[in-house]
């Protein structure tokens, strides 16, 4: 090779030979596409500037070195500077800081370009750990003695000059003259800036590394081919179904779909009592809202991994039925097929895992995303680059948030806001979709916690209160707000009264109790069993429930939520209305006792302990303090208004990653803690939980955690076996970990904590640790 032409990547080919890649031809490459992701929302000059001078730095000689040596090429190579490394992402940002004179501008280059391999740095020396960007780009912090060092040795290099001249952007930021009106969004749009400069990086350095890979990319349906899709599938199906009452109103709620599918984008609500067909219903809208207003792709955020598997097997296949599945594959009869719906969530089984998934997962480049809210909004907060890769793609989408009553209220500010920004700057469409609508319109919270929420959603059902009256499926029986507590053997007496019955608590310790105190073949179910169990249980379920044999369940709340079982009697724990009515979901959920003139029957009750402090207890209080001033003999939209009103009035902090002082005070001067607000914006508070690999042996796939964990010692992890062992890990509080540690009860192998006891595990109850003295404590979560 020709050693006089600077090169960005250097790749083997299996004969030994070596082929380069041009940095030149990089830049201009990387700049194409970043510019080309950017000008869906006014930004494609920011992009394309960002882009051609964000790998400035290896320009420099000894990058060059560095490069060829790190390939394996010029082996003989040397580089003479500290620890090996090369730093070629602060040329760039210097640059922007030299040719812009007024720094808070000129950092809305330098954010991405220094931040492009490390992720984006704050402004302020910070919780998180990383340089700031000042400190990356000045001397002493001083923005006025710039560190052109690196500079000074680019400029000596004839290829760079046309880079180093690059056009600055003359689009004000968001595209708007009057931007500072929307100070509080810009910490997106610089985010959005980033993500289409890291997505062009990688794909262009792919397309040169491993182009097998690049050729996989974009091999989907359009929008409007899946819609065809789907209206053939739904045609299907409603005339194989028969005509009864509910399947009547499920059809109705479609064509409202369709119907208000039409309207301007922006925010919309769809409100549907469990069994209204909501799901497919949403999906409806989705699809003739894209067609007629040229969106992109659709992207469905859900609480829980069961209930993406659950999804995402539907809009697959059109069924979520295994044996069934496997029938639609073979005759070649699914939905959207699986290269179209991308499942993104770290539950996901690796042996089902497909390897074009995992291509669109990197980026959202399928034309249906089904992910877990963690996964959306963490990535809309972060500062890493694979996290904030894919952002750019959900510009001019539409955004369907299942179950939103879901959505944490302790960081519902800066969720809000980003919302708002996607729809106001970025073209996205977002629909909230639940049974138990949340208040998050106007003014929300009490005292010091006030914020104004989103502007007034539209609603596409057109009397979401006379279809909460049509679907009525069950009777629920409130104590009075002070009724006495009852003792557990009081409602396991109860219980026992029903061949066919589910009581859900609000704890595992309660849980266990309860279990304890009824018939041996009573199930047992909560977050103390492995995911593998918990699917294995609720199958076993399904089949009772199906056949009309007896089965009797005590589960924890994880059943609430995307878990589709049907039983005709169901017991709840006081608790929020918003719980009581998602429980009240799994009673009659076909609505097979309409047909003969009953409905299910669902006992509120007082348990002889109140929920856990916190969110819970909040909503425990917010129920209460409404039975207190009404009667609620309907789970109607304007019960659910009042309640979340209620709650959201207890709520002690809406901003708990301290959003506003991160990323919105001084957001008109450039000023963002980008890294910090990250670090803090953790949706699952892991920080104090630990996981623990379990033995279960699979009942359904009859696979072995055991078998994995001693995969795990012999050749130690890997990205698909940690996958797997996903599916055995039981979380448990740090302090309980470091005693089950203690005790050697567990141990590490490389990283990974596992079970050693054999008394540690027991199927059917979950984790049970075994020295008598704690195991109470141990309970007590």
Not at 573 to 590: K, V, W
Request: hydrophobic content about 40%; charged content about 25%; overall charge negative.
């Amino acid at each position: 090779m020709d050693k006089s032409n600077n090169i960005a990547h250097a790749r083997k080919h299996s004969d030994g030979t070596w082929v380069e890649h041009l940095l030149t031809e990089h830049l201009e490459e990387t700049a194409k596409k970043a510019r080309e992701f950017a000008v869906a929302f006014g930004a494609g000059d920011w992009a394309e500037t960002s882009a051609r001078l964000h790998d400035l730095g290896k320009f420099i000689p000894d990058w060059q070195k560095h490069i060829r040596q790190g390939t394996g090429y010029d082996l003989d190579a040397h580089i003479e500077t500290l620890g090996g490394k090369v730093n070629h992402s602060s040329a760039g940002a210097v640059l922007a800081f030299e040719r812009i004179p007024c720094p808070p501008i000129a950092s809305i280059l330098a954010y991405p370009i220094a931040g492009h391999h490390a992720g984006l740095p704050d402004w302020y020396p910070g919780e998180a750990p990383g340089s700031p960007l000042p400190e990356r780009v000045s001397k002493e912090n001083d923005l006025g003695k710039l560190d052109d060092h690196d500079l000074v040795q680019v400029r000596k290099i004839n290829e760079a000059r046309s880079f180093l001249e690059t056009q600055l952007p003359r689009t004000p930021p968001l595209g708007k003259p009057d931007w500072k009106k929307w100070t509080d969004h810009l910490h997106l749009w610089i985010r959005m800036i980033f993500s289409c400069l890291v997505d062009a990086d990688f794909l262009d350095t792919e397309s040169f590394m491993t182009p097998e890979n690049n050729r996989l990319r974009a091999q989907h349906f359009t929008i409007a081919e899946l819609k065809e899709r789907f209206d053939c599938y739904m045609e299907r199906k409603q005339s194989q179904s028969p005509l009864t009452p509910i399947n009547r109103r499920r059809n109705e709620i479609l064509e409202m779909c369709r119907t208000k599918a039409a309207l301007q984008p922006g925010f919309f609500t769809l409100t549907v009592p469990t069994g209204g067909g909501k799901t497919l219903s949403s999906v409806a809208f989705a699809l003739e809202h894209a067609v007629q207003h040229q969106k992109r792709r659709i992207v469905i955020g859900i609480p829980y991994t069961s209930i993406i598997e659950q999804t995402a097997k539907v809009l697959k296949f059109g069924s979520d039925n295994d044996v069934k599945i496997q029938e639609i594959v073979a005759n070649k009869e699914w939905l959207f097929g699986e290269t179209n719906v991308v499942e993104h969530h770290s539950n996901l089984d690796p042996d089902k895992e497909t390897h074009q998934n995992r291509l669109a997962s990197e980026n959202w480049d399928a034309p249906v995303i089904v992910t877990t809210n963690v996964q959306l909004f963490e990535s809309l907060f972060s500062s890493r680059s694979s996290a904030c890769r894919k952002l750019h793609n959900l510009v001019n989408s539409i955004i369907i948030l299942d179950e939103a009553q879901m959505l944490p209220p302790e960081y519902l500010k800066p969720i809000l806001s980003a919302l708002e920004a996607l729809v106001h700057h970025f073209g996205v469409t977002v629909l909230l979709c639940t049974a138990t609508q949340p208040a998050l319109s106007g003014t929300l919270g009490s005292q010091q916690a006030v914020f104004q929420g989103l502007p007034e959603c539209r609603e596409i059902v057109d009397n979401p209160t006379l279809l909460a009256k049509d679907l009525k499926r069950v009777q629920i029986h409130f104590p009075s707000p002070d009724a006495a507590h009852l003792e557990w053997e009081d409602v396991a007496t109860e219980i026992v009264k029903y061949k066919q019955c589910l009581a859900i608590v609000n704890t595992r310790n309660a849980c266990r109790t309860l279990h304890s105190l009824l018939p041996e073949d009573t199930v047992h179910l909560s977050a103390f069993m492995c995911g593998e169990e918990r699917s294995d249980i609720i199958n076993e379920v399904k089949s009772k429930l199906r056949s009309g044999s007896p089965v009797r369940v005590v589960s924890t709340q994880l059943v609430e939520a995307g878990v589709d079982i049907d039983f005709p009697v169901v017991f709840r724990a006081m608790a929020g209305l918003d719980s009581i009515a998602q429980s009240a979901g799994r009673c009659n959920r076909e609505g097979k006792l309409n047909t003969k003139g009953e409905l299910g029957q669902v006992f509120v009750f007082n348990p002889p302990q109140a929920a856990p402090p916190g969110l819970l207890r909040k909503g425990e209080d917010a129920c209460r303090s409404l039975l207190r001033t009404q009667r609620i003999e309907e789970l109607s939209p304007e019960i659910f208004t009042a309640y979340f009103q209620e709650f959201y009035a207890g709520v002690n902090d809406f901003d708990k990653s301290n959003f506003t002082r991160d990323l919105c005070d001084e957001a008109a001067e450039f000023k963002f803690q980008f890294r910090s607000q990250a670090q803090k914006f953790k949706l699952i508070d892991d920080a104090n939980q630990r996981g623990i690999i379990v033995w279960y042996q699979g009942r359904a796939r009859a696979v072995s955690s055991q078998e994995y964990i001693e995969q795990l010692r012999r050749i130690g992890p890997s990205r698909n076996l940690s996958r797997k062992m996903q599916r055995f890990a039981v979380n448990v509080p740090l302090h309980m970990h470091n005693k089950l540690l203690a005790l050697g009860m567990i141990e590490e192998i490389f990283g990974f904590f596992v079970q050693r006891s054999p008394g540690l595990y027991k199927a059917g109850l979950g984790l049970l640790p075994s020295p008598e003295q704690w195991s109470q404590e141990f309970l007590m979560i």
